[in-house]
DNA sequence: AAAAATACTTGCTAAAGACAACTATTTTTA
DNA sequence: TAAAAATAGTTGTCTTTAGCAAGTATTTTT
């Protein structure tokens, strides 16, 4: 493989990484760790999730995982009910409160995209979001 | 601003952070944390670094980069002598066994990068680490 | 010369997460 | 169908990572 990709490949990693870095940092100002919040994504993303649902994605370990989710039923967010077909599991879902404070969450990191991006002209901007989605495709091709 | 635009973004942020997230797991196997690695880097790439120039890229807490200093030299990673101008200030450099070690950390980093991209030809290899630069150029532009 | 700033360190604490052992339930298999 | 294995989740204990505040030593500013 040519090592000259490799390296560009790298530089935008390292460059990005700290990108996204100050988004995520600034997640963390909003009271929620940054697992709290990608829980709670979860939770708000689809119906009836439960701990090795969440865990498909987060891949965390279990007993941390069932002590956050612990945390966010102490704190009204979500609620978790036993499964009636199979009672090892437990269904997840989010209170109005989570739902609430998820949306809150969601507009944080809009905005801080947006904040990122405002130095770019509204054509620079398409452009970003184009060249973006171009390389996410051919990334997905597994 | 564009909504679009913001959810293309951070539709890619999200796909991406899992890549990256991957790439950095791979580096905490290596036996060095991630932090660590960063250190690594730091002094690798820069004669006489300093814990203040460490962190005017890393942004840690200054009291917890002194113990991480610590511990790699330690390691026998690093070694710290007092500057003879300024006696405040302890420069930094890797010893052979350091510069070792980050070459092989570099090593891996690489690898970790080929086998995420193996799965495409060589022309969307080199699409790819075009697009990448370009998003990159705009990203620059402060 | 005193005050402020800089560079770094240390004590204390909390959060984040890993590992292993455990309960409860369901599924597999011999 | 009873025993074994697998699945889902929990709890105890420990380490790592990190943050805050107060400290020392030195240099710069006033």
Do not use: C, W
Request: proline fraction near 1%; charged fraction near 30%; hydrophobic fraction near 35%.
């Amino acid at each position: 493989m040519d090592e000259k990709v490799v390296k560009e490949i790298r530089a935008f990693n390292r460059s990005y990484v700290r990108t996204i870095g100050l988004l995520q940092n600034s997640i963390l100002n909003s009271g929620y760790s940054l697992t709290e919040a990608h829980i709670l994504n979860e939770v708000n993303s689809k119906q009836d999730s439960t701990a090795t649902s969440i865990n498909q994605e987060l891949k965390l370990d279990e007993g941390y995982l069932s002590r956050v989710i612990k945390k966010l039923i102490s704190k009204s967010l979500i609620i978790k009910e036993q499964s009636l077909t199979d009672k090892r599991v437990f269904v997840i879902n989010p209170t109005d409160k989570g739902i609430n404070e998820y949306q809150k969450l969601d507009k944080l990191a809009s905005k801080m995209v947006k904040n990122n991006m405002e130095h770019l002209s509204h054509i620079q901007q398409i452009e970003l979001a184009d060249l973006l989605g171009k390389v996410k495709a051919l990334l997905k091709k597994e």
